[in-house]
């Protein structure tokens, strides 16, 4: 395995906070285990050469393979089930109620591989149901990572990916994929979800304002300063009355978020 000096690895934590939000500056080991194999399978003999070449060249496809490197994308179907609980229960009603004009506008902000925005497509056409065709309740779903878009518009998954989901779902949502227990989503539901690549750190500039943002376990590697610029857009790009969701495991500053603070994970535009 490689070793990383303190001028190389301030320049590259850096450079990734800079560029990308993500704070790794007490992730040296980390960034040695993941990156080194890498480093050595492209070519270079140290971490110095590998960093002047992503510095000078960032070329797309190795910055594409260095946050994959670096970021976990382990998510599943159905993943902390207390916020779809509220979403079906309370935001929805809410969203019949007041738009009049049957248009959904629903975000998921860092999406991995898909399990987060095909969940809320199968609620929503739960809720909804034979009047689901009635309303456009298309899904944004974006992610910075081409390799989680390209898996979230393949739509395979494992077992252990469909783990909460109850078995009826399971039959009314999912097929069987090429592979042996491997399933893939059903078109209705897979047609629902937009994907597109987006950079966090970059402006909001989508052509509707949000009614729902889901943000869950992507700020976990942001500092506060970046979480609290991101959820700044957040709420400039959110509807009034609208919601935004965090992972249960990430934390906002009351103080300093314009939303208001409804229960653990859960904000709202007032």
């Given at each position: 395995?490689?070793?990383?000096?303190?001028?190389?690895?301030?320049?590259?934590?850096?450079?990734?906070?800079?560029?990308?939000?993500?704070?790794?500056?007490?992730?040296?080991?980390?960034?040695?285990?993941?990156?080194?194999?890498?480093?050595?399978?492209?070519?270079?003999?140290?971490?110095?050469?590998?960093?002047?070449?992503?510095?000078?060249?960032?070329?797309?496809?190795?910055?594409?393979?260095?946050?994959?490197?670096?970021?976990?994308?382990?998510?599943f179907f159905m993943r902390e089930g207390?916020?779809?609980?509220?979403?079906?229960n309370t935001i929805?009603?809410?969203?019949?109620?007041?738009?009049?004009?049957?248009?959904?506008?629903?975000?998921?902000?860092?999406?991995?591989?898909?399990?987060?925005?095909?969940?809320?497509?199968?609620?929503?056409?739960?809720?909804?149901?034979?009047?689901?065709?009635?309303?456009?309740?298309?899904?944004?779903?974006?992610?910075?990572?081409?390799?989680?878009?390209?898996?979230?518009?393949?739509?395979?998954?494992?077992?252990?990916?469909?783990?909460?989901?109850?078995?009826?779902?399971?039959?009314?949502?999912?097929?069987?994929?090429?592979?042996?227990?491997?399933?893939?989503?059903?078109?209705?539901?897979?047609?629902?979800?937009?994907?597109?690549?987006?950079?966090?750190?970059?402006?909001?500039?989508?052509?509707?304002?949000?009614?729902?943002?889901?943000?869950?376990?992507?700020?976990?590697?942001?500092?506060?300063?970046?979480?609290?610029?991101?959820?700044?857009?957040?709420?400039?790009?959110?509807?009034?009355?609208?919601?935004?969701?965090?992972?249960?495991?990430?934390?906002?500053?009351?103080?300093?978020?314009?939303?208001?603070?409804?229960?653990?994970?859960?904000?709202?535009?007032?």
């Open positions: 395995m490689l070793t990383i000096n303190d001028k190389d690895f301030e320049r590259l934590y850096k450079f990734i906070h800079q560029n990308y939000g993500i704070d790794l500056s007490k992730k040296r080991q980390l960034i040695v285990g993941r990156l080194s194999n890498t480093i050595l399978s492209m070519g270079f003999g140290s971490f110095q050469e590998y960093v002047d070449h992503l510095i000078k060249n960032k070329k797309p496809e190795d910055l594409e393979l260095m946050l994959n490197k670096l970021t976990t994308n382990y998510t207390a916020h779809f609980e509220y979403f079906t929805l009603p809410w969203l019949v109620e007041t738009k009049k004009d049957k248009v959904l506008s629903i975000w998921s902000a860092g999406c991995s591989s898909g399990e987060e925005p095909y969940t809320i497509s199968m609620l929503l056409k739960e809720f909804f149901g034979a009047k689901a065709s009635m309303w456009d309740t298309r899904v944004l779903a974006t992610d910075i990572s081409q390799n989680a878009l390209h898996a979230a518009t393949n739509a395979v998954y494992d077992e252990d990916s469909l783990k909460e989901l109850t078995p009826a779902w399971k039959k009314k949502y999912f097929t069987p994929a090429g592979e042996p227990g491997t399933y893939t989503v059903t078109p209705e539901i897979k047609s629902n979800v937009i994907f597109r690549t987006f950079n966090l750190m970059d402006p909001i500039k989508f052509r509707l304002k949000f009614d729902v943002i889901f943000c869950r376990n992507v700020m976990i590697y942001f500092d506060q300063a970046t979480k609290e610029a991101l959820v700044n857009r957040f709420y400039n790009a959110t509807n009034p009355g609208g919601y935004l969701l965090i992972g249960h495991s990430e934390n906002l500053s009351k103080t300093a978020t314009p939303y208001q603070y409804l229960m653990p994970a859960t904000y709202r535009k007032v």
